[in-house]
């Protein structure tokens, strides 16, 4: 199985643009450095239709959800491509991120926190 660092994805998000990933950034700063990150390989139109419909889920029952429609935006784009995500999980707080096949940029990213 593929994986990443919790380091290596904090530079990646350092080095991108855009309001969501630097909040990306912030909930990535508080893990273990050495973390690995799961990564898997799935197909970029499915996995925008179940992040979409779980994510939208989870606002009604009380969670932050950041960037959302931008990342489904974006793999709705890519159609039948396969893309490499994972998800980073701090306390009360995820990010779920998209990585470029080469793994040397963020496509794209969402944050996940439990208002309380």
């Known amino acids: 199985m593929e994986s990443i660092s919790a380091r290596e994805l904090l530079l990646l998000l350092e080095s991108a643009s855009g309001a969501i990933l630097e909040r990306a950034a912030e909930i990535v700063a508080t893990l273990d450095p050495d973390r690995e990150l799961h ?63 080469a793994r040397t940029s963020i496509c794209s990213a969402f944050c996940v926190t439990h208002d309380d």
């Open 39 to 101: 990564l898997s390989l799935q197909p970029a139109a499915r996995t925008a239709n179940t992040l979409e419909l779980k994510y939208t889920l989870a606002r009604t029952r009380g969670f932050s959800v950041c960037g959302l429609d931008d990342l489904v935006l974006r793999l709705k784009s890519l159609d039948g491509q396969l893309i490499q995500a994972g998800v980073a999980e701090g306390v009360g707080k995820s990010v779920i991120f998209v990585l470029d096949d």
